[in-house]
């Protein structure tokens, strides 16, 4: 066993989205961070990024979306080389919730998931499967994990946190949504 759990060859940036102004939040994390605050990386740019580095498959999976998260993650697709540009959802009709931003969006995404799995257990009683992870995942070799819906409050009202990854961190997060992906196929 080693003394790191950080896989040797990952890399990783803090991605974050801050209120917007007056951000009490904002204004202390300049006055402590002070320079380290420009290394982290916006929210915005960090899915952006990821959808322009796709080549083959874009997965976004997010528990919620409404109309503001639909013109994003339309707009993500709609930027991204990759063939393959898939949605998973926690109730896949919210997107028809969403109106034309909504319309967009299932005009450019390929498949949308609804990863809401409802089987009766031995008493009887429903077993609801489900999720609450945001990840956007490009091919397999970048990845976003942190706690961005693809809602208006996520993008530009609500302190979000995650991590942009690249290397050997990226491998787990890729085995985990190709299994999530193959149960939709069985």
Known sequence: MTDSLIAPLARARFVVTLPPEPSKVGRQLQRMAGASFT????????????????????????????????????????????????????????????????????????????????????????SIETFHAKIVLADGVAAYVGSANFLYRSRETNLECGFLMEGDAVAPVSVLVDALLSVFSL
């Not at 080389?81 to 969006?105: F, T």
């Open 39 to 126: 290394t982290m990386t916006d929210t915005k740019d960090a899915f952006l990024h990821l959808a322009r580095r796709a080549q083959e498959r874009l997965v976004i999976m997010t528990p919620y979306i409404d109309s503001s998260g639909a013109n994003w993650a339309a707009h993500l697709f709609e930027r991204t080389r990759a063939l393959n540009k898939i949605l998973v959802l926690r109730g896949a009709d919210q997107v028809r919730a969403c109106g034309s931003s909504g319309d967009r969006l299932l005009k450019v995404a390929n498949r949308i998931y609804d990863y809401t799995l409802v089987e009766s257990r031995e008493d009887g009683q429903p």
